[in-house]
């Protein structure tokens, strides 16, 4: 069965807003291709969150069947059809390949898919670099070598896929060790296809693995099932939760509960070393049509260093607020451009001010995974001569023109009622424009008092899986009144 040609469709990212006083400038996501296992091992993971890699690989399948150099030339046209002459030839010098252009590092400042800005690694059974954001200008979009997973790869993806042979694997192989304290690390992911919708159920169900010591660990709760009575599907491209998701070339994103975002929390011993993680994608049936998945923030989700959206600095736990009721951050060395993030407690907007001599050259909202807020937030700041208000996008970076030593950012949905000792609810990035000690945060709420209601509870959180990968918008946020001045 050979794939035909799709006709080339269009889409774009579009907001509608009702007021915008100037464009926020921020960069789309940028991908840069890398064959170095050590650099994409460190892009994946959160400094300073417990988890040591120790040793890291890349790694893609062998130049067999469709043939490594004369994949580019004969896999896309047919299918995997290559002379048979040719493939034989190959196949008796059945070299390991490696993945030029299917690895890479990404940064999001524009926040696309809600994916953290700070980025992470990206995969692609073709070229990494087709999946920056922008329009989706073809529905079959093809790379690769047209390398072919190895017997191993092969075994272990049949479980993913259901198909025996598979295609332009690109596999990452970190060894890591962890902290005694960190029981439980994390991903942040999104996963998507050329494949959908048209090879849905096919034999062409591209997927993605993650094994740890050896065991598959990714998994995505379909929307409306409940974690731990109903089965967590493999990712691939027949989870019923495909969904056409402007923003990339991908035309399809796993998406459950309408957020393109995937979360993975994998179990492990505290204190043990050695631990093995590997990650795999490839293509299943041919080498056509790519199959994409950024990750994101590895690490231990209940360290407080500041280096993620998902590890923030809470409130100085001695003194968490000032004479004026702002909430005050204490901040370790400051190194200039150089995101940190904090935990502010529950409000409709917060008024963030630099202290200690800092001033401030960017903020970032938090993702749709820490804060399910599909309208957005506004930003006003003073630039100079005037006050300017501007739109801001979840998961969006927004540098300013000049520093500055304050801003607003309002319009916070006041249902969600964010819960302030979690560090996966409402969070800010923030840069200063100079290195430096002794800088900190003054955030005053601006609040609106919302009754007490019933518990309204989006998504359950699984007490005994192993592993879930779901969106966890609404999972724990309880309605409850907001904390006025």
Known sequence: MYKSNKNIQASAISLAVAFILATPVASAIQITSTLDADELANALIIPNSGITI???????????????????????DYGGGIPSIVALAVELDALSAEPFGQAGIFTNNSGVYGLPSGGGVVFSSGYVEDYQDGENTSSSNSGGDGNAATDEQNDVLSEITGRSEHFDPVQLDITFDVDDDVSVITFIAAFGSEEYPEYVGSQFVDGFGMFLNGENVAGALPTGDVAGEDPILPINIDHPDFQDVPGTELDGVIAPNGIPLLRFDVPVTPGSTGNTFSLLLADAGDSGYDSTIFLSSFGNFDSESGESEFTPILPDSSNPTNDEGAFVFLLPEVVANETIWIDPDVSTGYTYTATGGGLFASVTAPTKLSVNDEDGYWLTYFDGTSSVTVALTAGQTFDFAIPVGEFTIDGIDPDLGLD????TMFVTGVSFSESGTGFGIEQTPITTFVPDQPNTVGVSAPTSVGLFGLSLMGMGLLRRKLKTK
């Open 54 to 76: 120790t040793d890291s690989s890349l790694f893609g399948g062998i130049q067999g069947e469709y043939g490594g150099d004369y994949g580019g030339d004969y896999g896309g």
């Open 420 to 423: 302030p000792t979690d560090p």
